[in-house]
C-alpha cells in the first residue's frame, strides 16, 4: 500500500507466508468487519504471528488505548531480543 500508493493491493497468500520474522498483528474488537478478516487471514499465512485484539478499541488503537497498546508492543518486541 505504500509503495504502491493502492489501498489493498493484491498480495499472493503464498509471498505472505513467506515473511519469517516474528509478526504482531493488533486489532481492534470495535473495528470495521472486513478488517477482522485480513487480521484473520494474516494470522493464519503468517507462520511466526502473534495476534492481540484490543476490545475497546477501533482500527486506531494505539490512540484509543495507548497504554495497553504500548505494553504489548512492548512485551512483543522485548520478548523477540528486539530493542
Do not use: D
Amino acid at each position: 500500500m505504500m509503495t504502491t500508493g493502492t489501498l489493498f493491493p493484491v498480495i499472493e497468500p503464498e509471498a505472505v507466508r513467506k515473511i519469517k520474522a516474528p509478526v504482531l498483528i493488533l486489532g481492534g474488537a470495535r473495528s470495521r468487519p472486513f478488517l477482522e478478516l485480513i487480521t484473520q487471514e494474516l494470522g493464519r499465512l503468517l507462520p511466526h504471528s502473534q495476534a492481540i485484539v484490543f476490545p475497546n478499541a477501533g482500527h486506531q488503537m494505539c490512540y484509543q488505548e495507548p497504554e495497553a497498546w504500548r505494553r504489548e508492543v512492548e512485551k512483543f518486541l522485548a520478548e523477540h531480543g528486539i530493542h
